[in-house]
């Protein structure tokens, strides 16, 4: 399959031949492994202290003096002695179920499943009916695949990234994605993530020559090279067919057999 190679100004340059690659069939399954085992390898493991609630001298009196046989502090004469202590129903006791450290919490995958995702990732930017499932606003784009010339890893600067991608017909899509900054409902706002972002188009270089800091102040567009691509980028929350635009050098990596 041949694709045109667009300019700055969305006007064809040259045709290539699409890699192979971009042939792979639709595994969304495999492609939701992936994603799982990206995300659960971000999980920090973390459990409390396992002597909490156990630092006390309570032992429990026996029966016959009739009150509870819970544990109790030792002692007389001071305000603790007596109290209730160790059991979890307790106050100051310890936790009955606590969180583990060592619970195995990341979901593995072997190599040639998380390739064979990434590869069927790559082969879903190709689909327009998957790239407007997904909410992306691709009305005025006719041809996907989306390829640029390289002129655009160049660009430094936000109103020329802005600019270039509005030419390529992604106007509405930057507009969608700039509209969709919102305040996350929850106790996350007091957790460092306070905002819910919509995912925006893809930029797949594969040199960067400024393109990452002209493009990282446009909410939800996302710039990665094409050696180091993941099923999480190409296939946010485990859903194929990201809106993804492709300069013409990073294609032409893809053909020497990178993933493959």
């Known amino acids: 399959m041949k694709v045109q190679v667009l300019s700055l100004d969305a006007k064809p340059v040259e045709e290539i031949e699409l890699p192979e690659i971009f042939d792979t069939e639709a595994r969304p399954d495999v ?24 630092r006390t001298s309570a032992e429990t009196w026996g029966k016959g003096f009739g009150v509870s046989r819970i544990r109790r ?40 499943e998380r390739h064979l995702a990434i590869r069927s990732a790559i082969a879903a930017t190709k689909n327009k009916k998957l790239v407007a499932s997904r909410g992306h606003a691709v009305d005025k784009i006719t041809a996907f695949p989306i390829v640029i010339t390289d002129e655009l890893e160049g660009l430094k600067k936000a109103a020329e990234v802005k600019i270039a991608l509005a030419k390529l017909g992604l ?32 930029i797949i270089i594969s040199e ?53």
């Not at 492609?31 to 156990?54: C, E, F, N, T, Y």
């Not at 106790?187 to 972002?197: D, I, P």
């Open 31 to 54: 492609v939701k492994r992936a994603v799982l085992a990206a995300q659960s390898a971000r999980i920090q493991p973390w459990g409390p202290d396992p002597m909490a609630g156990k």
């Open 73 to 112: 502090v030792k002692g007389t004469k001071y305000p603790a002695s007596g109290m209730g202590a160790f059991a979890p129903h307790a106050v100051g006791g310890r936790r009955a179920h606590p969180p583990r450290v060592e619970k195995v919490v990341v979901e593995r995958i072997n190599k040639k």
């Open 171 to 202: 106007d509405k899509e930057l507009e969608r994605a700039s509209e969709g900054v919102r305040v996350r409902a929850g106790r996350g706002k007091m957790r460092g993530r306070r905002y819910k972002r919509a995912v925006g188009p893809l």
């Open 208 to 260: 960067d020559r400024g393109i990452t800091r002209g493009a990282r102040n446009l909410p939800g567009v996302s710039v990665a090279k094409v050696n180091e691509l993941n099923a999480e980028l190409l296939a946010p929350g485990g859903v194929l067919g990201r809106l993804t635009v492709w300069t013409n050098s990073a294609i032409r990596k893809l053909a020497e057999g990178l993933y493959s």
